[in-house]
């Protein structure tokens, strides 16, 4: 999983692109996942909304979140990958 360079946007190993307001996403209830604005996560697929994650996805998701709260847990700034 890769920020680019346009504002809130990653580019996952499978291809799919999804767009998180300020790259936050959290996990809600339900086990959906939500971006740092208004809930809903942006994915380059016209029905986004139907196509449920990979494991491979959810994993890459999982990993860069962690990554960041780990950083924050010890002090240090951030990674931008």
Do not use: C
């Amino acid at each position: 999983m890769k920020r680019t360079t346009q504002s809130g946007v990653f580019v996952l190993s499978t291809g799919r692109e999804i767009a998180a307001n300020r790259w936050i996403l959290g996990v809600e209830d339900d086990g959906s996942i939500s971006e740092g604005y208004d809930g809903h996560v942006f994915v380059n697929s016209p029905h986004a909304e139907y196509e449920p994650f990979t494991d491979i996805e959810r994993w890459e998701i999982a990993d860069y979140m962690i990554g960041r709260w780990t950083d924050w847990k010890y002090g240090m700034p951030p990674r931008k990958e």
